[in-house]
C-alpha cells in the first residue's frame, strides 16, 4: 500500500534512501518452538477509533487505512527493508529521463466478486481520484500525470512533464474496481461500507461502533493468509481495552506507556503475550488554527512552544518512551534536520514573546489580555487516548503559568475528525501524523491543500515553503531535495505553526500463540498474511 498522511488515532518516490536507524526491543519470553505453519484461527484487534469510509481515496484517518490496506492493493508497496517493490504491478520499467513509466501488471488477478482485474481499473483509479467532484485529499500526486494510457489488459503507461520523486510510490494507493464504481458517485457508492478489493481479505461485517470483521480471499496471487479472518474491535478507551486483552477478549493491541512499563510485567503476560517497541512512524503535535485571530502572531506560537516542556511530557507521560518532535521527519533518518531552532522550556522567554505580541494582564487575574479579549482557548483531542488527554493537562498547567488559560475538550473520534477537524470548528487540537517514508509533506504543509476535505486543516500559508516542497517533489537529486527539507523544517520551527511534542514508541503487544511476526525497518506488520498459528494452539472458527 502507499504510505500516506493518515490522522493518527491510537496512536513515493523513484529512488528510495536508506532512512532508517531502527532497533526493535521484543521484552518478552521467547517461544522455545515456533510451531508448524497451520491454516485457521482468528486474530483479533482492538482499536480506539471505528472507520470512516472504506474506501481509501475518501479517508484520512488511520483506522480505515488499515482495513483498506488488508482489502485493497497498489500498484507498487514497500518490503520490510523500506524498498519499493510490486504489488498488481509485478514490474515496471522508468524511461531514461525519469519522466515515464510503464507498469507491467499480474495476470490472473481477481476483484473479490471474481471479476479480473486489468488496466482498465488503474485507468478509471487515476480517473475518479483526479476528478474535481471527488473530496479527496490525495489527488495532489495523480494531478502531476502528464499522460495515462492504457497500452493493452495489462500494461499500464504514465508520463509526466517534469521531474516527480514522488512518482513511482504514488502508484502505492489502492486501485479501485472500475466495474463497480464507473459512472456513479463514489461518495454515496456502496463500497464505503462494503468495500471489494484484490487483497488478502474479504470484507464481511461492519458493525458501527463495535466491529469490522474480515475473511481470508482463497483467491489472494500471494497465496491465502494464515488466518481464515481478521476482526477488529471498536474500544473506545485504552484502559477497558487492555482488560479485553488480559481476559483473551482481543489478541493485540498498541500499548500505553504504563501498560508497557508496569502493567504487562508480570508472569502471566509475560507467558501469553510476546511486545514490542521501537521509534514509531508518527508524531504528535499541539496545532494551531491559524484563522483564530489569537494564533496569526507568529510570536504567540512562538511563546506557546517556550512555555511547554517537552521533556516533562516524555519522562511524565510517555514514561521515557519516545523522543522530542522536531519537525515532521522521523529522528535518525535521512531527512531529519538536527540542527533546527528548539524550543528548550522557558517561561520567562513565553512571558517576553506574549508582552510584545500586545498581550498583558491589567486586572491582575493571572490570564492576558489583549484588545478587551482574554487570552482563554481550547485544546480538542480525541477519546480514549490516556497519553494525549495527560499531555494536554500538562500543557494546560504550563501555559497557565504565562498567563494564557486553555480549556480541554475530549471527543468521540468519529465526531472529533468529521465535525471538528474536518469542518475548522476548533481553536487548537493535539493530533498525531503518520510520517510517510518519502519526505513529500505537499498534502499536509502546501497552502493549496487547506481547503475543504484537504489536510492543511490548520489553515498554513508559507510562499517560501510551498516553493521549497514543489523543488523538493520536483528533482530527483538527493542532495537537492536534501536542501529543500532542511530549510522547510527551519521555516516550520521558526513559524510554529504546529507546536511539535514528540515521537512516541510503537507498543504493540500480541497474543503469543501467533507466530511469524518478524521486525524490521518497516515495522511488524508487512508480512501480516504470513502470521499463523499452530494448528494445536487455534482458538476461533470464523462462522459462516
Known sequence: MKVIFRLVGVGFIIFLY????ISFEDSSTPNVTSGTPAYGDIIIEGSIGDASNLIPL??????????????????????????????????????RDGLTITFHLRKGVKWHDGMPFTAKD???????????????????????????????????????????????????AAILPRHLLEGKDITTTALARHPIGTGPFRFKQWVQG????????????????????????????????????????????????????????TPVFKKNFKKYRYLSFSYTYLGFNLRHPFFSDRRVRQAIAYAINKEEIIKGVLLGLGRPATGPYKPGT???????????????????????????????????????????????????NEVRAKTAEIIQRRL????????I????????????????????????????????????????????DELNFISYRNREVDRLIEMGRSTFSLPQRKACY???????????????????????IISARVRGVEPAPLGISYNFIKWYVPKGEQKYVMLP
Open 18 to 21: 536508506a532512512a532508517c536507524n
Open 58 to 95: 475518501l479517508s484520512t484517518d488511520s483506522t480505515s487505512h488499515q482495513i483498506g490496506s488488508l482489502i485493497y492493493n497498489g500498484l507498487v508497496k514497500y518490503d520490510k527493508d523500506i524498498n519499493i517493490v510490486g504489488d498488481l504491478a509485478e514490474s515496471w520499467h522508468i524511461s
Open 122 to 172: 488503474v485507468l478509471f483509479t487515476y480517473q475518479v481520484t483526479i476528478d474535481p467532484r471527488t473530496p479527496t485529499a490525495y489527488a495532489g500526486d495523480f494531478l502531476k500525470v502528464k499522460k495515462a494510457e492504457i497500452l493493452d489488459d495489462y500494461t499500464f503507461r504514465v508520463q509526466y512533464g517534469e521531474p516527480f520523486a514522488p512518482a513511482l510510490m504514488s502508484w502505492g
Open 210 to 265: 463495535q466491529k469490522i470483521v474480515l475473511v481470508y480471499n482463497p483467491d489472494y496471487f500471494e497465496g491465502r493468509p494464515y488466518f481464515d479472518g481478521y476482526v477488529m474491535r471498536i474500544i473506545p478507551d485504552t484502559a477497558t481495552m487492555f482488560l479485553e486483552l488480559r481476559a483473551g477478549g482481543i489478541d493485540q493491541m498498541n500499548l500505553t506507556p504504563l501498560q508497557y512499563t508496569r502493567q504487562t510485567e
Open 334 to 384: 535521512i531527512w531529519h534536520n538536527d540542527k533546527v531552532k528548539k524550543y528548550e522550556y522557558d517561561p520567562s522567554r513565553a512571558r517576553e514573546l506574549l508582552s510584545n505580541a500586545g498581550w498583558k494582564d491589567t486586572d491582575g487575574d493571572g490570564i492576558l489580555e489583549k484588545d478587551g479579549q482574554k487570552f482563554v482557548f481550547e485544546i480538542i483531542t480525541n477519546q480514549g
Open 400 to 407: 497557565a503559568e504565562v498567563g494564557i488559560k486553555a480549556k
Open 409 to 452: 475538550r475530549i471527543l468521540e473520534w468519529a465526531s472529533f475528525v468529521n465535525d471538528f477537524i474536518g469542518k475548522r470548528r476548533f481553536e487548537a487540537t493535539i493530533l498525531g501524523w503518520t510520517i510517510p517514508q518519502d519526505p513529500d509533506i505537499f498534502d499536509v504543509w502546501h497552502s493549496s491543500k487547506s481547503g475543504p
Open 486 to 508: 532542511d530549510r522547510i523544517q527551519e521555516i516550520l520551527a521558526e513559524d510554529q505553526p504546529y507546536v511539535f511534542l514528540y515521537v512516541p514508541d510503537a507498543l504493540p
